[in-house]
């Protein structure tokens, strides 16, 4: 593999599958079954999931929640995300540690960042829930950090299309794909790959970050692997 550490970042909306809301087990086990090929192959991978299939701050704003609490309970939506994808993968004896900046006692241990390389030595997933822990942060802006504290190699971001693009390919079927990009390009020609925080964040750490399609089987071995089935940013 061309990586030994990496932080995989998954959407909430990932895990609905074709329920379109909710956690589907179809949907679940597939990310898992992801994970473990490459745990597998010695990777060490860390994981940081959203939470907007059970609810978004944003989103809860908009319908006249305050930001702050809506993005407190969209934290509280990503540890039980975490916890689906804990069991799926313990089911096939992938060991796992829950961390979450919203510690829950007997549930996820506080996120600390020495805890979280040992356990990334000792051959365990680490799965990052709450967010940063605070209000006004995506979860793009949680997983860049969490890269950075671990120390990771590549920063992945699972998503429906096959990289960046230079529109949205599921509305304009002319757009063209970009099989590598610079920060500052990507930020000249205002890319939305992840929120302007988490990409400053990156850029400043200089963590590359790759964008690929995640819902397709092997995928993420394939990345590792070093084929270049997505985008990357550098």
């Known amino acids: 593999m061309k990586y030994s550490r990496i932080l995989l970042k998954l959407s909430g909306e990932s895990l609905q599958g074709k329920d379109g809301y909710g956690i589907h087990y179809d949907a679940v086990h597939h990310y898992a079954m992801e994970i473990k090929s490459v745990v597998e192959c010695n990777v060490q991978v860390g994981i940081v999931i959203g939470g907007g299939n059970i609810f978004r701050g944003v989103k809860g704003a908009e319908k006249g929640f305050y930001r702050t609490q809506g993005d407190y309970m969209g934290m509280l939506a990503t540890i039980i995300n975490a916890m689906a994808l804990q069991a799926v993968l313990e089911e096939y004896y992938i060991p796992v540690k829950l961390l979450s900046s919203l510690p829950v006692k007997g549930v996820c241990e506080k996120a600390y960042f020495k805890n979280a390389i040992q356990y990334l030595a000792e051959g365990y997933v680490v799965i990052f829930a709450g967010g940063t822990g605070n209000p006004f942060f995506t979860t793009d ?94």
Request: charged share 20%.
């Open 141 to 234: 802006s949680a997983a860049t950090l969490r890269a950075a504290e671990i120390g990771a190699e590549l920063l992945i971001k699972g998503t429906r299309v096959d990289g960046v693009y230079t529109a949205d390919p599921e509305k304009e079927p002319d757009a063209v794909k970009y099989n590598t990009l610079t920060f500052e390009q990507a930020l000249e020609e205002k890319l939305a790959i992840m929120d302007l925080t988490a990409f400053t964040l990156a850029q400043e750490n200089q963590i590359p970050i790759y964008v690929y399609n995640a819902n397709q089987p092997g995928n993420l071995e394939k990345v590792l692997s070093g084929e270049p089935i997505g985008t990357l940013i550098s």
